[in-house]
Nanobody, 117 residues
Framework: QVQLLESGGGMVQPGKSLRLSCVAS????????MGWVHQAPGKGPEWDTR????????SYAESVKGRFFISRDHAKNMLVLEMLSLNPEDTALYYC??????????WGQGTQVTVSS
């Protein structure tokens, strides 16, 4: 079955960086667009970014544009999110998603990112 396993979360100070990884299994990774979604405490899920099948096209929410960068490694079946210049508003549970028709279809279990001084 589809499995998405995130890692790399943690607690960092404002202005610092984190690198999230997601290892995919149970499906042909190269056949699907992939993305990241976050959910902050007390709020609903918010879409962050998406990358298409061949990594030739990426899109970002305005709130993360220029700070977050998505990439994929087909040899490792891995999705990566580089998060720069983090601020406390980025504190959330971050989910890796397999997308279909430009929307999340499957979600991982999430990895916690906490930005605090």
């Amino acid at each position: 079955q589809v499995q998405l396993l995130e890692s790399g979360g943690g607690m960092v100070q404002p202005g610092k960086s984190l690198r999230l990884s997601c290892v995919a299994s149970g499906f042909t990774f190269t056949n699907y667009d992939m993305g990241w979604v976050h959910q902050a405490p007390g709020k609903g899920p918010e879409w962050d970014t998406r990358i298409n099948i061949d990594a030739g096209n990426t899109s970002y929410a305005e709130s993360v544009k220029g700070r977050f960068f998505i990439s994929r490694d087909h040899a490792k079946n891995m999705l990566v999110l580089e998060m720069l210049s983090l601020n406390p508003e980025d504190t959330a549970l971050y989910y890796c998603t397999r997308d279909r028709w430009w929307a999340p279809e499957y979600w991982g279990q999430g990895t916690q990112v906490t930005v605090s001084s």
